[in-house]
């Protein structure tokens, strides 16, 4: 009954359009030549004669169909292709099947139907497979990874396009491979990896082997002007678009004009020239609907709805992305589904339609989970899901909302705060916590090898070629720049006027070669094997733990989502026994940046200058900015926020995004009726110096250093001044700390046995690495360390130990290969060690990174420059207040208080992450 159906439909389509008469004539011929053969089966010399003319007949109409299918007109296409298709095969014309299945396939792809051109690529397939043609193999290969493309299914759509790859690459067809290489670039631009994308895409116009005006150079151009959209190089992607325009409309492809159109029309949206924007948008608009690209056409409605909603028009925005999500649901696009779902939850959020927002945002989380569950490669799974992070914070932000609006009105729904802490923890530094999770038995034989040494080897080597080019790079850059009037610095960019180009290529190429690199470590260190299913994630019953260790704890967690708001931020409050939403007051974030900001570099400059009247001045300065910021990070806390804390005997302080970077422990307790009251007087009261805290980058990290913890025992390792020998790098401050800390522990009764001082000339980064076998549970660390160094790469932060040369950096990636044995407490005792760069996803890369995961389980970091003249008092308060048997926590606040005064500066400089209540075992 359905072929009847199809036929007959097929039918009356041929009678809807009128093809010219020369065409009718092949159709007609085509079907008395298929006649003609079922009627000569027997005359083999005959069957030859009309096979030869059907292939000359089919070839002119396959060149008529492809004619149609570029100029839009696709039904017209598909009749002739649906035509010829039996004629074809009654005459076992195989070569020719392909082809028009093939074609088939695209405009099925087209038109939005992925099953039926999935379908018939496959038939296509297995007739390549039987005839042995390796060259449309591939490009089935291509089309059928595009299919899983536009479906979401990212990690299959990889694996075909890297075997057209393979094949074009083996038969040297330049043009092919160019295409592969394009599409994979496709797939890591999709996922965030922008950098390695572009490499793809130039390495894929530079096969092209100099062929301009192509329909593959203008694929390639296309997807260079979606990187430089995303790294904002507006005028580059205006360019690339703008020639991709002008190369199809040239060859008379009016099925990919819409495409470019839109993709112009993004570029002026996030340039902010929105009538712009709205101008090439309806454009695309128009030309989509013209030639049937449905899958098109629901994109350019969500692009309208975007614009809209930047210019605050909500009404509009909704009816633009609720047509475009009927349209995208059609045609089964998956990923972009999830994208457009994600934009009607934020408009419902905007309008404070709590319920709606949540429920369009769970469906938008259940589609990207899908998509990331069905990803082997741990970098592209976690690389798509940091992407598509702001659906988990639309989520958030709705429940938290949801509850200050109920608690407002008197109402309180159950379990949404719930629901809002497990997706919160979510978003907070997944990838560390995974990789915490995996068992060190597993670890170990991988990280311990030749192989992942050498990997740390040719990282270091990279990274120093990196600085060297970037010094140069640095030293032209400013040369030429002095020779270069006000106007040609306006009017030219450093790469084309000033850099030589050989340098440029070498140091992109050596950082692609670094990012590759780093991806190997990261995938040989263990796969974070990140949660798939939030369904299946529910933290909550192990988060007890801290409640059982200490029932008076208090857990602050912040969420700050810039795009809402940068200058306010919500907090989570939780205790054992309740849970609350408090609303942050309102600050300008980039205020208390550039007095963070500014603090640091007085601080730096005080701790490096040598003349002491120049040193104090600085310090004076530091001091000023100090106590400002003090001042408004208090008052950025609500007053009812720190009311929370009465009782309490620690706080769990949780941050997120650009709240990282900021010392909350030096916070000062406003007076609310006079915020700009910058006085300091004996009864302040600052955080530190009110409640024990630790800190980390989620509350399923601290839970976790608590899990893992071993008992300890009083094995120590010392290190000291490692670096004596340099002029201006002595640190004299830090032997007296060290012995200090010997004689104290000599006299507590531990013996020189447990006792390991690695001083001065001693202090190798060897000896340290072979000491770590004798599972020290606490390793005591004073001399210099560096966060963020001179290239800008926070995964080579680094340890400072002793060379003949000069230092010998510890970085992060080999504290990471060193693994401990035990659980160690590692003491930082050296200047802006908790310092980190915080990545998509809410990752810390920095020297606590780094000892976290292999294996410290309680941190005791520097938020500043440390002067070394106060590290030995406050480190002997510490650990006399440990030995006596206080927690961590308090052994460090009970230090914080005896070292006092009305200065944060002396003893906000420590900060504690990790497991809070780790005690000294003693007999």
């Not at 004073?782 to 003949?804: C, I, Q, R, T, V």
């Amino acid at each position: 009954m359905s072929n009847e159906k199809e036929q007959k439909k097929k039918k009356n389509n041929n009678q809807a359009i009128n093809f010219p008469a020369e065409l009718d004539n092949l159709l007609r011929k085509s079907k008395e030549l298929a006649d003609q053969f079922q009627s000569h089966k027997r005359n083999l010399s005959k069957i030859k004669q009309l096979k030869e003319r059907m292939i000359e007949l089919s070839s002119k109409l396959i060149t008529a169909a492809e004619t149609y299918y570029y100029k839009g007109k696709q039904q017209e296409s598909e009749i002739i292709y649906s035509e010829i298709l039996d004629s074809v095969r009654e005459m076992n014309l195989s070569e020719k099947e392909y082809i028009i299945l093939n074609n088939l396939g695209l405009i099925y792809r087209i038109r939005g139907d992925y099953q039926k051109a999935l379908d018939l690529f496959m038939q296509a397939l297995d007739i390549l497979q039987e005839e042995g043609n390796q060259t449309e193999k591939g490009s089935i290969f291509n089309n059928i990874g595009g299919l899983y493309y536009f479906w979401g299914d990212y990690q299959k759509a990889l694996d075909y396009y890297k075997e057209a790859l393979t094949i074009f690459q083996n038969l040297g067809l330049q043009v092919n491979e160019s295409t592969a290489l394009n599409n994979i670039g496709l797939i890591y631009n999709l996922t965030g990896n922008y950098e390695e994308a572009l490499d793809f895409f130039k390495e894929a116009l530079e096969t092209q082997g100099g062929a301009s005006g192509t329909e593959s150079e203008a694929a390639i151009l296309n997807n260079m002007g979606s990187i430089y959209r995303h790294l904002k190089r507006y005028t580059e992607a205006i360019n690339c678009y703008k020639q991709v325009l002008d190369i199809i409309q040239e060859l008379g492809y009016k099925m990919n004009e819409g495409t470019i159109l839109n993709n112009i029309g993004q570029v002026y949206k996030d340039w902010k020239r929105y009538q712009e924007a709205l101008n090439y948008f309806e454009q695309a608009l128009e030309s989509r609907k013209d030639v049937g690209d449905k899958a098109g056409e629901g994109i350019t409605l969500s692009s309208l709805g975007s614009v809209s909603e930047l210019l605050v028009r909500y009404d509009k925005a909704l009816g633009y992305y609720q047509q475009a999500l009927m349209i995208i649901q059609e045609v089964g696009d998956k990923g972009k589904e999830g994208t457009i779902l994600n934009n009607l939850g934020r408009i419902h959020l905007f309008l404070e339609n709590f319920y709606e927002a949540y429920i369009t945002f769970k469906q938008a989380v259940n589609i990207t989970e899908k998509i990331v569950g069905g990803m082997q490669s741990s970098t592209i799974r976690q690389s798509f899901r940091e992407t598509n992070l702001g659906i988990y914070y639309g989520l958030v932000h709705t429940l938290l909302l949801w509850h200050l609006k109920n608690k407002q009105e008197d109402k309180k729904p159950p379990n949404i705060l719930k629901q809002a802490f497990r997706f919160l923890e979510l978003v907070k530094a997944r990838e560390i916590t995974d990789k915490l999770k995996t068992s060190r038995e597993d670890i170990s034989p991988v990280i311990r090898s030749k192989g992942f040494q050498h990997l740390i080897n040719e990282e270091h080597q990279l990274t120093r070629e990196i600085s060297q080019l970037q010094l140069s790079y640095s030293k032209m850059s400013l040369a030429n720049a002095d020779n270069l009037s006000f106007n040609q610095q306006e009017q030219t960019t450093r790469e084309e006027a000033i850099i030589p180009p050989t340098i440029i290529n070498e140091l992109h190429q050596k950082i692609v070669k670094l990012n590759s690199l780093r991806t190997k470590i990261y995938e040989n260190c263990h796969d974070p094997g990140l949660v798939k299913q939030t369904a299946d994630y529910n933290p909550l019953p192990s988060f007890q733990k801290l409640f059982e260790q200490e029932p008076e704890t208090i857990v602050w967690e912040f969420f700050y989502d810039e795009s809402v708001s940068s200058d306010t931020f919500l907090i989570l409050v939780w205790t054992r026994t309740d849970s609350d939403v408090f609303m942050s007051n309102e600050i300008s974030s980039s205020i208390i940046s550039y007095y963070y900001e500014s603090f640091h570099d007085a601080l730096s400059r005080a701790s490096e200058e040598k003349n002491e009247r120049e040193q104090s001045i600085a310090i004076e300065e530091a001091n000023t900015y100090f106590q400002i910021l003090s001042l408004w990070l208090g008052f950025w806390l609500p007053e009812k926020l720190w009311d929370t804390l009465s009782g309490k005997e620690l706080l769990v302080l949780i941050p997120h995004g650009k709240l990282h970077f900021f010392p909350w422990s030096i916070a000062k307790k406003a007076n609310y009726d006079d915020p700009l009251d910058h006085s300091s007087n004996e009864d302040d009261i600052y955080l530190g110096l009110t409640i024990p805290i630790v800190r980390n980058y989620s509350l399923e990290l601290t839970v976790s250093c608590l899990q893992r913890e071993k008992e300890m025992s009083t094995n120590f390792l010392l290190v000291s001044n490692p670096n004596f020998n340099i002029d201006g790098k002595a640190l004299p401050g830090a032997k007296t700390e060290v012995r200090s800390i010997k004689d104290f522990l000599q006299w507590d009764g531990v013996s020189n046995e447990f006792i390991t001082l690695l001083e001065q000339q001693e202090a190798t980064k060897k000896a340290f690495v072979e000491k770590l076998t004798t599972a020290p549970s606490i390793i005591h660390f004073a001399g210099h360390a560096k966060f963020n160094p001179s290239n800008k790469d926070p995964w080579m932060s680094y340890l400072a130990f002793h060379s003949k040369e000069g230092i010998d950096p510890y970085t992060v990636t080999e504290m990471v290969q060193n693994q401990f044995i035990d659980s160690p407490l590692f003491i930082l005792s050296a200047c802006e060690t908790a310092l980190a760069e915080i990545s998509k996803g809410d990752e810390p890369v920095g020297i606590i990174r780094g000892l976290t995961l292999a294996g410290a389980t309680s941190i005791i970091a520097t938020n500043w420059s440390l002067f070394d003249k106060l590290a030995p008092h406050f480190m002997r308060f510490f650990y006399e207040n440990f030995f006596q048997g206080e927690t961590i926590a308090r052994a460090l606040f009970l230090a914080r208080i005896e070292i006092g005064g009305i200065n944060p500066l002396d003893w906000g400089v420590y900060e504690l992450y990790g497991n809070p209540f780790k005690v000294i075992a003693k007999d």
